[in-house]
């Protein structure tokens, strides 16, 4: 069967391959102009050399003569001047802490007193108590303001087993105030305020199998809990109640960020200047009138018997994630 023709039309037949433009212009034009340019270049080139070594003969010659070297070095030449560091000036808060501080610090310098003075600043804390009778381990740990009150000599604050709380009666410096706070009680509240005379030391109670609040895990030689001694200031006759101060606690108001309402059960927690300011001012504004605190002096027999008697050790301060008194 023959094969279908194709329907488009013939091509012609192709003309014979012409030579590259390229190729034709080049042999038709003379030398190419770079091949000039670069003839030209290596004579200037000579020429330069040429120049060079006339000037270095006659530097060399002036040399032999004067004793003075006219050729210029790359040592000798004036190195460009370096431009001068630029130094970030700081931001406005930033330029105000500073100025801040540096007239602190000439302050101090000027006035040691009040150096000194903000060395021995006083902190402020609050401490729970169970006023009413509650046996741990067979033994009542009643204890109330009136109890503090009735002391002759400085009062153990013992049986804390919350690390948080426990930090910070190793916090506590001696001459810091605080805040007796009766709890677990039918109107639990701020009952009076008390003093630090004594700082932290081992809470010897962990170790008695007799003691309320026994730990076997703290030991003598390594005790995990600590002590301070306080005695008894004020006591008011009108309590700051609960109730109050979680009213006075609320976002906004001037308890807002008291530890005592954002942490509840810690039974030993800080106080800022201020909220202890705005307590003590709203106990008068409750009609309290102070009680007149007892003179109470640390007999020196005491206190060498009791420092005979507290190992020395060091204090390993875990921090574990329980925030609740045991």
Not at 291 to 320: F, G, H, N, Q
Request: glycine share 4%; net charge neutral.
């Amino acid at each position: 069967m023959p094969k279908r023709k194709s329907t488009h039309a013939e091509e012609p037949a192709a003309e014979p391959r012409r030579r590259s433009m390229r190729l034709q212009n080049t042999e038709d034009e003379p030398e190419p102009v770079a091949e000039v340019s670069l003839k030209a270049g290596k004579k200037s080139a000579k020429k330069e050399v040429e120049e060079r070594a006339v000037k270095k003969g006659k530097a060399l010659k002036a040399y032999e003569e004067t004793g003075k070297d006219e050729r210029v070095s790359k040592k000798s030449r004036p190195s460009r001047a370096k431009p001068e560091a630029v130094t970030k000036k700081p931001s406005t808060p930033a330029k105000k802490a500073i100025e801040k501080a540096t007239k602190r610090d000439e302050t101090k310098k000027a006035s040691p007193s009040l150096a000194a003075e903000e060395s021995t600043e006083k902190n402020y804390w609050l401490m729970k108590a169970e006023p009413e009778t509650r046996y741990e381990n067979g033994v009542d740990v009643k204890f109330s303001i009136d109890d503090l009150a009735a002391k002759t000599e400085p009062e153990p604050w013992d049986g804390i087993r919350n690390y948080a709380a426990r930090n910070n009666l190793r916090a506590m410096k001696k001459g810091d105030l605080a805040f007796f706070y009766h709890s677990n009680c039918k109107e639990p509240g701020i009952m009076g305020t008390m003093e630090i005379v004594q700082e932290h030391s081992p809470d010897l109670s962990a170790h008695d199998p007799t003691a309320p609040y026994y730990d076997p895990k703290s030991k003598p030689s390594d005790p995990k809990w600590s002590v301070v001694h306080v005695k008894f200031r004020h006591k008011f006759t009108v309590p700051i109640t609960l109730k109050e101060l979680k009213e006075l606690g609320a976002p906004g108001k001037p308890l807002g960020n008291m530890q005592l309402i954002k942490q509840s059960r810690l039974s030993v927690s800080k106080v800022s200047a201020a909220e202890w300011e705005f307590l003590e001012a709203l106990a008068v504004e409750k009609g309290n009138e102070y009680i007149v605190p007892l003179e109470i002096t640390i007999d020196p027999e005491w206190l060498a018997k009791y420092e005979a008697e507290v190992p020395v050790c060091s204090y390993p301060c875990p921090t574990p994630d329980d925030d609740e008194d045991l």
